[in-house]
């Protein structure tokens, strides 16, 4: 009886573990958009044949008063209930389970009657059990409890069917001694998105580019005129690199040359000059009010705008002369710039996170974010976040979150995996990902598994991007047009949330800066492109019509219901979506060969999609409108990638 | 800035997770016997290229000074290092890791060298890292630091070949700047227990029974005489069921009969009556003398003995006229017996073990252990402890070990999986388990693949019975000899530890009470049996021969070594058990089919044993010292069930 205190040997018997959904032990929140369910199960039982209740507690935000919701068993200790989230912002949760001698008393009393025994001694106990919960009732329920009680000591004739009432078990229920029992010993918490932060289209471009032949240099101003095109496309947010002034120190010039000529126009992550710095607008894009003009147009098209932050700065940056103490000094009293050894950045000065000065560099950077959420932004696209301390993004967006749940963040963090579900982890709203990599359908199916179907669909939601302005993948460099069309419709359609870089990717641009190089040749990071985006060949046609499958199919809109499907040639990749009631499923099957025709048998187990196995169904492909008739779990399908490499059907639409 | 602390913002950069062994977030301890290693491996990263370095940390106890192991980079941020306890009891180890600059420094001064770029600054930046950590150091160390800042700082010449000594990367790393670094935020712990605790055969017999012709009712005197049989048989462990008065009020008759008859001894689970209870010998069995006489004997021969722990009473237990305020009243003021509706126990009282006296009621439970600690026993054999409450174990097994680590608490819990789980959890060092009703091919690598392959290796210590006094399984009961034999090659090579009830195993009793039923008929619980252990049909020699092939093997002696093949043939089952260092490999093909010869194909990835698989080898069977010249993977095996059930093939013994 030593170091034990009183509470570790008291009666509260019940073991709570094994409760899911819960992230390292529950250092780390899940996430899940408005409207979701939260379907949380746990092992929970104690020692001997004792009968418990168990209850799933909630709450909006992270203190008050908890909401309850009964769980139910499942078998082996199992137990499950679920509640919804209808706010943005933080909820938590957790379970509540207590013994109920009533419920067990209950059981007990069905068995000894089954066999006949004399149950009068049995209902008075039951009788006492009654008792001992009118002391935490009042009013109506104690009155009718009152009389139960008397009916049971009355004897077996009035007492059984008595003691079998239902009534009687919900008002036992209602008021038994859950102050007996006990609390998981974690408050689990959720953070809750807006919907676009599982579902969107994401279409970036450089506004400084031209679409149109009487251009020299874009603006927002003539950006603003391309957004009916965009939403033409229907995407659902426009995405712009840094729109602010770009430093001239070491300035780099076409094709990452490190010596710019004199009309070079520079990368936009090369941030701020005299003319401004993270809180400016380039003077070449416009004005804040142009922005503002830019951001309205947006909205009132129905797509969102998301802008770039890339916490770094051109040597030219205000910050630069103004708080020397954020940056590292070399010996030779230069600023350190960023390098990865043997690479060079002398464009870039990277942020000193471990400065002495910390406090007010990061209260400064947080305050870049919240400039701009007062200029009508929500959705931002964090440069390299990898290389940013940890710590800093879990107070940064917890920061911002706190009083600006609607806010978006998207990692743009190509680095190793345990570090970007990382990232997910202390708050980054969604993720770039290896999907770029991942090309084969073996590569794919195990990799979108990982993503779907573990723990990781908890914190990490996919943002997949077949390019970006820093990776033209080789299956684009090789499979030309039909790998274009083959990686939107993966993209589109095994992501919830997607982007393109446009309009490079609808005009099929696949020039590599060199041979085994991801980098595009004549890069529109470091020049103005001229962008015919009128041409035939464009493949805005294939992008519109995916983009309103999205928007008309529920079951594209979630990423936990992916399932993955054999066909028996490993170039064909097949699998569906479905809404949990069914009521929307739809089959996905892509040719990954961007050469040659392939065929073959697509397996699928239809009864589990709510299809009549023993009768012929209609599937329809919403990318052509054609149906065909399909029977059976085993149908034949055949895709020419240079006319269409894939299949979106229909199987169900309640 | 709000609610955060300078702590959380603060630079300790690196994240520990994924730490393994961690059961149930830390709440549980794992186990380990004398001198076994514990491999510890976690995810540690940090954001951007830093460099890391990280410990694993660990101590005998709970407290006091750290012990460090530098831990080893696997691939995808997973590090490992192990350690070996070497004392009984407690210990505790967790991880620290921290930003290593000079370590990044020097990795990227390699590739500046690589691409021939001028060091000069650099090496001025590495001599102010050394710099810093003169801070820390003092005598020969800071001398040796001090000149190697020198040959940094007087250029490359004599810098570079300095700066890439190991002399100077193990003085920075020898005083590398710790503090700053972080503890993972959990102290994870370790039982360490005696070696037993891993390896054992139990035999369990009745003392009170008759093995020779001149007794009517067996003594511990006569017992102490049976001890050299035991040993001949090659078991470890010798344990008795209770050896306490056995009560007389609603005593059990034989096949357990409610009603006895004046010559029927009684059950010695209805423990305690006006001649004593827990504390005390039967006087029918002898006295105390007679018991330290006969553990005095089984440890002369080398065998522990094990008691039975059984915590219930019999009507006539002292304790129930003393301390009636530990048991249940009815509302007819009789004391509640035991049931699981509508079964009744009447001869059996059970502790209300939530009784507003539990203190001195749980004082008194713990009381009994030691004082048969104090009688020389170290090994509980637990009955039903899952009908008792689980933290009662958890105070009471964790009360006595702090004082007697040496003790075993095997846990007799044939209950659901979570609660035979988590009694081990709370600190029962072995469990009895589902392996008497797992009989097929499929079900045995199933389960214990769950036993040795997954995190419940880590707490669980499984001890197989192929019967016990409670349980004569239908296999037994249906395959006669040939089953009994080819239950217990099972339970002797698939456990490390496994138990027979005899002599009704040597003999083969296997005749139930009724058909369908697992009790025995005429149930050695209820009467004195009258055993022929001479017979020529016994099974001693089997016994005695897989002991033997038990204490010769190492590769036997553990259980997480086990690895199930493939024999095309769902009556085989194969498997092996091997050393680390492969220097013992064993085979073990088992025909599962009572009735019939059955053939098969073993297939063996003899490499990963350490075989050559382009030459013949030879393998021995350890149970009829034939030996087979065996080639490659497939080696074909038959099995007649009649003779011998069963191959031990020994593959190498360097």
């Known amino acids: 009886m030593t170091s034990q205190t009183d509470a570790e040997m008291n009666n509260k018997r019940v073991v709570i573990e094994g409760v899911k959904p819960e992230i390292d032990s529950g250092r780390h929140p899940i996430k899940r958009v408005l409207g979701e369910r939260i379907v949380v199960e746990a092992d929970v039982f104690t020692d001997g044949h004792e009968a418990l209740s168990c209850e799933l507690l909630y709450r909006p935000g992270t203190s008050g008063a908890w909401l309850a919701v009964p769980m139910e068993p499942l078998v082996n200790d199992r137990w499950r209930a679920e509640f919804t989230v209808t706010g943005l912002g933080k909820y938590s949760y957790t ?28 209902l008075l106990i039951g009788a006492n059990l009654i008792d001992d919960t009118l002391h935490r009732t009042k009013g109506n329920d104690a009155a009718l409890l009152s009389t139960y009680a008397e009916q049971l000591r009355a004897g077996p004739e009035s007492g059984v069917p008595a003691a079998l009432s239902g009534e009687l078990a919900a008002l036992m229920l209602a008021h038994a001694d859950r102050e007996g029992g006990i609390t998981y010993d974690r408050e689990l918490e959720v953070v809750v998105d807006p919907v676009r932060a599982r579902f969107g289209a994401w279409y970036e471009f450089f506004p400084r580019s031209c679409w149109e032949d009487n251009c020299t240099h874009g603006t927002l101003k003539i950006a603003e005129g391309r957004l009916p095109y965009m939403k033409e496309l229907g995407f659902d947010v426009v995405y712009l690199p840094p729109i602010h002034p770009i430093g001239n120190t070491k300035r780099k010039g076409k094709n990452n040359n490190v010596l710019a000529q004199p009309d070079d126009v520079g990368s936009p992550w090369a941030i701020g000059s005299d003319l401004g710095g993270h809180k400016s607008v380039s003077p070449d894009l416009g004005t804040f009010q142009d922005f ?61 996170f471990d400065t002495p000065h910390w406090r007010e560099m990061w209260a400064e950077l947080r305050s870049i974010i919240e ?18 301390p940890l710590r800093f993004w879990k107070w940064l967006i917890g920061g911002i979150k706190e009083t600006h749940p609607e806010t978006i963040f998207l990692a743009e963090a190509f ?29 794919l199916t195990e990799y979108f598994t990982e993503l779907t179907r573990t723990d990781v669909k908890e914190f990490f ?26 990686r939107f419709v993966l993209a589109a359609t095994l992501g919830a949330s997607y982007g393109i870089y446009g309009p490079a990717y609808e005009l099929c641009v696949n020039t590599p800066v ?23 060949d464009s ?35 097949a699998y569906s979506k479905a809404t949990d009631d069914l009521s929307n499923v739809i089959l996905v099957i892509v040719n990954l060969d961007p050469l040659s025709t392939q065929s073959g048998t697509v397996e699928v187990p239809i009864q589990e999609l709510g299809i009549d196995p023993f009768a012929p169904y209609l599937v329809q492909d919403l990318l052509t409108g054609t149906y065909y008739e ?9 895709l020419n990638p240079h006319v269409l490499p894939a299949h979106i059907l229909l199987l169900s639409s309640k």
Chains 1, 2 share one sequence.
């Open 95 to 122: 379970i509540h389970a207590w013994l109920d001698p009533f419920k067990l008393w209950s059981r007990n009393l069905v068995k000894r009657l089954e066999v006949g025994q004399d149950v009068t001694i049995e």
């Open 415 to 443: 680095t190793r995996p345990k570090i970007m579900y990382y990232l997910a982890k202390v708050g980054f709203t969604q993720s770039y990902n290896y999907f770029p990599w991942r090309n084969s359908a073996w590569e």
């Open 371 to 388: 400039f701009w959420i007062n200029h009508g932004v929500t959705i931002f696209r964090i440069d390299n976040p990898h290389t940013k």
């Open 630 to 638: 399909w029977s059976g779990t085993h149908n034949y399908v055949q």
């Open 461 to 486: 939601r996919p943002n997949l991007w077949p390019n970006t302005p820093d990776i033209l993948h080789e299956s684009l460099q090789h499979g030309g047009r039909p790998a274009f069309m083959s």
């Open 539 to 573: 493949l805005k046609t294939l992008l519109a019509r995916v983009n309103k499958i999205r928007h008309d199919n529920p079951a594209l809109q979630s990423n936990d219901n992916l399932r993955f499907y054999q066909t028996g040639n490993e170039h064909l990749l």
């Open 292 to 352: 503002k003009r830019f951001v309205q147009k947006a909205t009132k098209l129905g797509m969102d705008v998301a802008l770039d932050i890339a916490f770094q700065c051109s040597p030219d940056h205000p910050y630069v002369k103004e708080h020397p103490e954020w940056f590292k000094l070399r010996p030779d009293n230069t600023i350190q710039y960023a390098e990865n050894p043997p690479k060079k950045y002398e464009d870039i000065y990277p942020f000193d």
């Open 514 to 536: 060199a041979p085994g190089k991801e980098e595009y040749l004549d890069s529109e990071k470091y020049e103005i492109k001229h962008w015919d985006t009128g041409r035939a």
